[in-house]
T-cell receptor, first 112, second 112 residues
Framework: EAGVAQSPRYKIIEKRQSVAFWCNPI?????LYWYQQILGQGPKLLIQ????????DSQLPKDRFSAERLKGVDSTLKIQPAKLEDSAVYLC??????????FGSGTRLTVV | EDKVVQSPLSLVVHEGDTVTLNCSYE??????LLWYKQEKKAPTFLFML????IEKKSGRLSSILDKKELFSILNITATQTGDSAVYLC????????????FGGGTRLMVKP
């Protein structure tokens, strides 16, 4: 079984620039999550999708972050414009209805 | 708001030592508690605990949950340098969301 794929692995941008991350979940996993993990902290949920619908985006800073999951498979997370405090690892995860969670390797974002 | 607190924040031991990592939680409508090991970026699953007092064991690692006192411990016996990682505890509520709330993690370093 292929794992959760994420790209890019690393990204360095200047503040106020835009950036986008991509995630391809495990085939058949209906639920997809984006987590933000700031250095030294645990992951924090940004947004959760069930198929192509949003289940929870209460922690997503909507003034600058957006996410979509067209066709209920791949997902993209965008930050526009980026701030220094957005420097973090962005983890994508997918799960089955029974809750088996699998994380991707993440994208490390550095905003300078 | 669900809350997970892990202790200690960090720990340095020598190979062969036994360590105990702690996780306390507050969650509305508890469903399960999960432990993950994070070496580089992707957290990898260790245990899922749903019932009090039943020890889960995998090799040198074991974990137990106390739902009355709202905590869990992760034990690692005969530690090896390969056990060096951040250990994350997360709780999952019993709702349709299936999202995880993570603690800040315990950073374990095992010296030769």
């Amino acid at each position: 079984e292929a794992g959760v794929a994420q790209s890019p692995r690393y990204k360095i941008i200047e503040k106020r620039q835009s950036v986008a991350f991509w995630c391809n979940p495990i085939s058949g996993h209906a639920t997809l999550y984006w987590y933000q993990q700031i250095l030294g902290q645990g992951p924090k949920l940004l947004i959760q999708f069930q198929n192509n619908g949003v289940v929870d985006d209460s922690q997503l800073p909507k003034d600058r972050f957006s996410a979509e999951r067209l066709k209920g498979v791949d997902s993209t997370l965008k930050i526009q414009p980026a701030k220094l405090e957005d420097s973090a690892v962005y983890l994508c995860a997918s799960s089955t209805d029974r809750g088996g969670y699998t994380f991707g390797s993440g994208t490390r974002l550095t905003v300078v | 708001e669900d809350k997970v607190v892990q202790s200690p924040l960090s720990l340095v031991v020598h190979e062969g030592d036994t360590v105990t990592l702690n996780c306390s939680y507050e969650v509305t409508n508890f469903r399960s508690l999960l432990w993950y090991k994070q070496e580089k970026k992707a957290p990898t699953f260790l245990f899922m605990l749903t019932s009090s007092g039943i020890e889960k064991k995998s090799g040198r690692l074991s974990s137990i949950l106390d739902k009355k006192e709202l905590f869990s411990i992760l034990n690692i016996t005969a530690t090896q340098t390969g056990d060096s990682a951040v250990y994350l505890c997360a709780v999952r509520p019993n709702n349709a969301g299936n999202m995880l709330t993570f603690g800040g993690g315990t950073r374990l370093m095992v010296k030769p």
